[in-house]
């Protein structure tokens, strides 16, 4: 892809005139998982051994607001992260009918972004970023401040996610204990993603809402992501989901994709995979697949996961493309790079069977047949490229029958995507396509980013929907 910086700064036209060069790489002016460093004294003395030069101007900046990122998709921009350019501008939810009541939404823990509302009028903040880091926590907890002095806003209702170890959560819990008279809702990640869409699209119904992301704690405590939601403002149901595996190592699967490799290939063969004649096995090391395998058996620090996010990273694993993934969602980012190319090459592969089995009244996607179908192609020969883009028509077709099932059950026929792996341009424009080519209305992000910068929101407007004033 190709990324274009807009000047919003006249410092950008002077440093291309006088450089005389073509362009300029720019990057953002903090550490890894910091906030940015917005002070002239603190930028000279942490970023000195990484800039040869700084360029220093007279005017102080008062608020750190990193760049606004965008991406065309599905014929339109889709903002990734909500920050210069549109904060603090309100977000528009049109005629959206909400209660007068100040509401904060305290957010998730990565992306964060927090949301203030009152009066109907809804503010999103700049992108925070990830809560772990104490700077970018201290810098969350100003920005809340600041925030509602500048708008004059006293939430009487907070609204947090369900995972009792969100720093986001704990700020909730902290600020109920200084204030008794507060009122704290908590409500669900995914359902958070849906109701962030639906207020986005000035949606006031009943939809069909699918969530796709990396994590996000479920109600049933364990960790969702392939999540297919009946949602309204008072609630939803659990409709279907992709069916539950170990995500061995808890977060650290996240950075090694390779782990979820092994869970899907030990769910789809058992402990019998590694005798299969295939790349991934081969350069594996054994004793650490054997320490995995073990904690997957023994349910050592493995918690169960129906995350879709997961699922790319195992499959990007399993076609060598990566094993461990240096910058986030490196795994799924290449694994869509890889199909993309055999899109724009001509090929129009099948896709991959699956099956759904209903389980309670909840449809259960199986993955284990699109493994071993994967698994078939690999060793037959099949291109890492066609594969992918085998893998993403299979998830787009799973999209479309599920919805179709929960239609026929419901009559609901507006379809709302929403959550980070929707930021794959390929399976968002597949799966719209072919559900608009089956008469459903598909609801994308507007003005909040799909990923967890646009949780906050949905937050927000779950509490202006359900609580009226003392």
């Not at 620090?301 to 995350?307: A, F, H």
Request: one cysteine or more; proline letters at 4%.
């Amino acid at each position: 892809y190709l990324g274009v910086m807009l000047p919003y700064t006249p410092l950008h036209y002077l440093l291309l005139q006088n450089l005389h060069s073509p362009a300029i790489v720019a990057t953002s002016a903090n550490l890894q998982d910091q906030p940015l460093i917005f002070k002239d004294d603190e930028a000279l003395q942490k970023l000195a051994g990484i800039s040869e030069y700084f360029l220093l101007h007279n005017r102080d900046i008062e608020n750190r607001v990193d760049d606004s990122i965008m991406q065309e998709m599905d014929g339109r921009g889709v903002i990734l992260r909500r920050a210069r350019g549109f904060v603090p501008l309100p977000v528009d939810t049109g005629n959206l009918r909400v209660r007068n009541t100040g509401v904060l939404g305290c957010g998730a823990e990565l992306k964060n972004t927090f949301c203030l509302a009152r009066d109907n009028l809804i503010f999103v903040s700049q992108h925070i970023g990830d809560l772990k880091n104490e700077e970018t926590y201290n810098f969350y907890k100003e920005e809340i401040q600041k925030f509602q002095k500048f708008f004059d806003i006293t939430p009487e209702i907070v609204v947090c996610d369900l995972h009792p170890d969100y720093l986001s959560t704990w700020y909730a819990i902290e600020l109920k204990k200084r204030n008794k008279s507060l009122r704290i809702a908590r409500i669900q990640h995914h359902y958070a993603h849906i109701l962030s869409c639906m207020a986005d699209n000035s949606l006031d119904e009943n939809v069909i809402g699918v969530s796709f992301d990396g994590i996000g704690y479920g109600s049933d405590g364990n960790i969702w992501g392939g999540e297919f939601l009946v949602c309204g403002y008072n609630g939803f149901r659990r409709w279907g989901h992709l069916r539950y595996v170990p995500m061995p190592g808890g977060d650290r699967a996240t950075e090694e994709p390779y782990r979820m490799a092994i869970s899907y290939l030990s769910d789809a063969y058992g402990n019998d995979f590694q005798h299969i004649n295939l790349p991934f096995v081969k350069r594996m090391d054994k004793k650490k697949m054997k320490i995995i395998l073990h904690m997957i058996e023994q349910r050592v620090n493995s918690p169960l996961t129906s995350s879709m996010g997961r699922f790319f990273d195992a499959v990007s694993s399993l076609l060598g493309i990566c094993d461990i993934s240096t910058y986030e969602a490196q795994a799924a980012i290449e694994l869509q790079m890889k199909a993309e190319l055999a899109q724009s090459s001509g090929l129009r592969p099948q896709g991959y069977r699956y099956k759904i089995r209903e389980q309670e009244g909840t449809y259960i996607v199986e993955p284990a047949e699109i493994i071993q179908e994967i698994v078939r192609d690999i060793k037959r020969g099949v291109p890492a490229e066609e594969i992918a883009y085998s893998f993403h028509l299979a998830i787009a077709d799973i999209i479309l029958t599920l919805c179709r099932i929960i239609r026929k059950k419901t009559g609901i026929k507006k379809i709302v995507l929403s959550g980070g792996v929707f930021q794959n341009k390929m399976l968002l424009e597949i799966s719209a396509a072919t559900l608009r080519e089956n008469s459903f209305l598909v609801y994308t992000h507007r003005q909040v980013p799909p990923n967890d910068g646009g949780i906050s929101l949905g937050q927000v407007v779950f509490g202006l929907k359900n609580w009226r004033r003392k």
